[in-house]
């Protein structure tokens, strides 16, 4: 079967018995390479795949006889169908065709078939039963086998590094081509995906992993094709521009992940005697309090002869505590968005006087007994910190963002 996109009406695969995978591969003038992996492909899954299945060839534009090509193949097995997207871009290509496709799960991987296809059915497999959301091909999981240059190896691993340390990614390798989605998941998720070209891949998975939803890994076994067409410099600063507008999106608090992690049942699993997400919230409170407490005991040493202990310990802790509110607000209770704004840190600073009073109240009650070395003073400082920051837990939790958690 053949559709195309060369008219002003937009088709979807014909609607004949559903099959369980779609297997989509991308394509921009591979004239020469797309009938040999399709039809080794075909073979592939004719022979080792136990469930019906479909390829669809996505031509995006192509300039040359590609979507020639694809025509004929989609005449000649039946199992294989085309589209043609007047339009370039792989991300394009890979929305429409897995948002018209009436398959259960859907893949796509690249026309030089560098993955080899035994990683197929484990990829698919937790998507079959329901257990994950979305499924990968990784070429940097232990027990991957890959081969490559150093050039590519570099660019990949570090790209990856990028991600996780920009956007926290935990999966391993965004760009591998070799990926799964189950289809009632890609209904809800792609239509926050706006990248068209290769970052599609990376915005999908990071919105997904930031969902909640579960992403499956599979190792593979991975050769380099050497007569790669991807413009390295051109898509390194297409994925740069990319990553600054994904953190811009999930900075502005824009996304409906919540709703997202809700409708496919991916919240976090309910404890009894322990109310819903203070587990999480208590570690990340931690976190930014070891470094606001850190923090404070710099400015503290460092304004202690200038201004004196009470001085000190003003200045200290309303700097610290406006940046505790600050981080607090977007890390621990996960607050987007400028809306009351204002009035949490309002709040805060409320927050920040009880903790003033306690701290410098400790402070007072020392130098009532004796003149103490500043090592004693910042003992006591830590313990006095300690008990303001349960109290700043308890208020921030229960009074500043209640209405954020109900």
Request: charged share 20%.
């Amino acid at each position: 079967m053949s559709l195309s996109t060369l008219s002003e009406h937009e088709q979807g695969p014909a609607k004949t018995v559903a099959p369980v995978l779609d297997v989509v591969v991308p394509v921009y003038n591979e004239e020469i390479d797309l009938e040999p992996c399709v039809r080794r492909l075909h073979d592939y899954l004719s022979a080792e795949f136990p469930y019906r299945f479909r390829i669809t060839i996505a031509d995006n534009a192509s300039t040359d006889s590609t979507a020639q090509v694809a025509r004929q193949l989609a005449e000649s097995l039946s199992e294989v169908a085309s589209v043609h997207l007047n339009q370039k871009g792989r991300g394009r290509a890979l929305n429409y065709v897995w948002t018209h496709s009436d398959a259960a799960v859907l893949a796509y991987m690249d026309v030089d078939l560098s993955t080899d296809l035994g990683a197929l059915l484990p990829l698919v497999a937790p998507l079959i039963s329901g257990h994950s959301d979305l499924a990968i091909g990784s070429r940097l999981a232990r027990g991957s086998r890959v081969v490559r240059g150093a050039k590519r190896e570099f660019i990949s691993r570090s790209y990856n590094l990028i991600l996780r340390s920009t956007l926290a990614a935990r999966f391993s390798d965004a760009q591998c081509g070799f990926k799964a989605i189950r289809a009632d998941v890609a209904a809800r998720l792609l239509p926050m995906v706006e990248d068209t070209g290769w970052f599609f891949d990376t915005e999908m998975l990071v919105l997904a992993e930031r969902a909640g939803l579960r992403i499956h890994e599979v190792p593979v076994d991975w050769v380099d094709d050497p007569d790669s067409r991807v413009d390295i410099v051109a898509t390194a600063l297409a994925d740069l521009r990319g990553i600054a507008r994904l953190t811009r999106a999930l900075g502005s608090g824009r996304l409906p992940l919540a709703a997202l992690r809700e409708q496919l049942g991916r919240n976090p699993l309910p404890v009894a005697g322990v109310p819903a997400g203070l587990t999480g919230q208590i570690l990340r409170f931690a976190a930014v309090g070891v470094a606001s407490t850190l923090a404070y005991l710099a400015l503290y040493a460092l304004l202690r002869t200038g201004v004196g202990a009470q001085g000190a310990n003003l200045i200290a802790l309303l700097i610290t505590a406006i940046a505790n509110t600050a981080v607090n607000r977007r890390v621990t209770f996960q607050v987007r968005g400028s809306h009351s704004a204002w009035r949490h840190h309002a709040q805060g600073l409320v927050v920040f006087g009880i903790g003033l009073g306690l701290t410098s109240g400790s402070l007072a009650l020392l130098h009532l007994t004796t003149a103490p070395a500043t090592a004693v003073e910042l003992a006591v400082l830590v313990l006095a910190n300690l008990v303001a920051t349960g109290v700043r837990f308890l208020l921030m939790r229960t009074w500043v963002f209640r209405a954020v958690r109900a």
